[in-house]
């Protein structure tokens, strides 16, 4: 997309600010850029990622034209979403005002404890559809839950090390606060902020802490290990979105790119819903721990893969319960999450326990399954004038041809799907843990410093949005 397009937003008497998309935009790209030189093996993705969507595009006028009138065509090579994991509350608090500059707000709540994951979450990304197509960047982004760690010597450690890292550079911190009071930021000081933030994510292969402490933390938690014994939250993937993930899983081994075992989320599908993922397995990272001059440790350390993710209609709660339904029974009737022994076996109990979840948009739509934009078609001209119609009439509009519809591209994640990805990148029994305890939503927000936004409200929203300027062009 040109800079162009999203450069200019704001224009006071004094100042001229870059926009919110702009500055998110300039930002994902160079967060790409600098993954692509710290895992070479992500540049090989997006390579075949892109090879696999033209394909798609070129074979399949219906998908390419419905990408075109939900305006997410432009939007796709380059959208990205990438995943970062937090210690402490000011570093979850001073993450999302960091994200406001970029347009960037907090969706939905996520516990990830009850599969295995010490860790709740929330994702950064933009609220408004143009925004949104304009630069699709988001970030999943989780902060432990030191309550998780059960070993009261090692958790007063954690708080210990945690307390003395600061993972935001001076200047970005001084810009946050500049953008914070001014309403936004000049091209220049754009560019300065987006170079210092980029500082948070990177990858440092130099520990803060000791083997032996690192060896304490890994035995409570490889994830506890990769959020407290580094300098600071290095972004562990980046993903692209696929057209089609089935044929991107085949297709990773010619590349020399190793799959996990199995993709993550809903069964292959004529109509996609939700979300589907699946990953190359965590790279072996050599990394230096600390210790006196002259005799530091050297070691690995495992966290950082690439993902790759196929978006498909958001679905409405009730969809959602259907949804985790039939995914609690597959997973139920294998014995847990799927592994590389029983991975087809496990395809195929989804493929046929999902057969009872409508697979057509009409139907999605008749049955409340699902949320989707509406648009008025030509035939709109010639409808009976001298009533008012409304939302109540809507059905009846779509059945009679007057609308239309296109999908609403799900724009969030799934926490089973989140920690399978996480787990089979950690490859230990990490993912057979069990945590008690119950979510804390109210504490996360607390440390966040605002509420997130409700995750079903806003597809009802867009949803209800779309159907009210549909009836408006209607009734004019």
């Not at 300098?231 to 991107?248: E, Q, Y």
């Not at 959602?320 to 991975?343: F, H, Q, V």
């Not at 399954?369 to 509406?374: C, E, S, T, V």
Request: net charge negative; charged share 30%.
């Amino acid at each position: 997309m040109s800079s162009k397009n999203i450069l200019e937003n704001s224009n006071t008497t004094t100042k001229t600010f870059v926009s919110p998309e702009y500055i998110r935009n300039r930002f994902s790209t160079i967060m790409s850029d600098m993954y692509k030189n710290e895992v070479p093996l992500y540049g090989e993705l997006l390579d075949l990622v892109h090879d696999i969507n033209d394909n798609v595009l070129s074979e399949s006028k219906d998908i390419e034209e419905q990408l075109a009138n939900t305006g997410e065509i432009t939007r796709l090579n380059m959208e990205r979403h990438g995943a970062i994991r937090l210690g402490k509350p000011y570093e979850l608090f001073t993450m999302r005002r960091l994200f406001k500059v970029m347009g960037m707000f907090p969706v939905g709540y996520y516990d990830l404890a009850p599969a295995g994951v010490p860790v709740h979450s929330t994702a950064f990304r933009a609220i408004e559809n143009t925004a949104l197509n304009q630069a699709p960047f988001r970030v999943f982004t989780s902060l432990l839950r030191l309550d998780l760690i059960d070993d009261e010597q090692l958790r007063k450690n954690v708080e210990t090390i945690l307390e003395k890292r600061q993972i935001f550079t001076e200047k970005a911190l001084e810009l946050i606060d500049k953008s914070e009071k001014e309403g936004g930021l000049n091209k220049e000081d754009a560019e300065t902020f987006v170079q210092e933030a980029l500082e948070t994510f990177r990858w440092h292969d130099t520990a803060t802490v000791d083997y032996e402490m690192y060896e304490a933390l890994l035995n409570q938690h490889r994830l506890i290990a990769d959020v407290v014994a580094f300098k600071g939250p290095h972004i562990n993937h980046l993903t692209p979105r696929s057209l089609d993930i089935d044929k991107v899983q085949t297709s990773m081994e010619a590349r020399n790119i190793p799959p996990k075992d199995n993709i993550e989320g809903p069964p292959t599908r004529k109509c996609p819903i939700l979300l589907r993922q699946t990953s190359f397995k965590a790279l072996t990272e050599k990394v230096t721990f600390k210790g006196d001059v002259g005799n530091e440790k050297m070691g690995e350390h495992k966290a950082r893969f690439g993902e790759i993710e196929q978006r498909g209609v958001a679905v409405t709660q009730k969809g959602l319960d259907l949804y985790n339904e039939l995914l609690g029974k597959t997973r139920k009737a294998i014995g847990g999450s799927p592994t590389a022994e029983n991975a087809d076996e496990y395809n195929q109990l989804l493929l046929e326990n999902f057969k009872v979840f409508p697979d057509t948009y009409n139907e999605l739509q008749a049955k409340e399954l699902a949320y989707f934009h509406y648009f008025t078609t030509d035939k709109v001209k010639d409808i009976s004038e001298g009533k008012t119609y409304t939302k109540a009439d809507v059905n009846q509009l779509l059945k009679d041809g007057y609308l239309t519809i296109e999908p609403m591209v799900y724009e969030d994640f799934l926490p089973v799907s989140a920690a399978g990805i996480f787990a089979s990148n950690l490859g230990t029994d990490d993912a057979k843990r069990e945590y008690e305890g119950t979510s804390n939503q109210s504490l996360f927000e607390k440390d966040l410093g605002e509420p997130v936004y409700k995750l079903m409200k806003w597809y009802e929203d867009m949803q209800d949005e779309t159907i009210q300027k549909c009836l408006a062009q209607i009734n004019a």
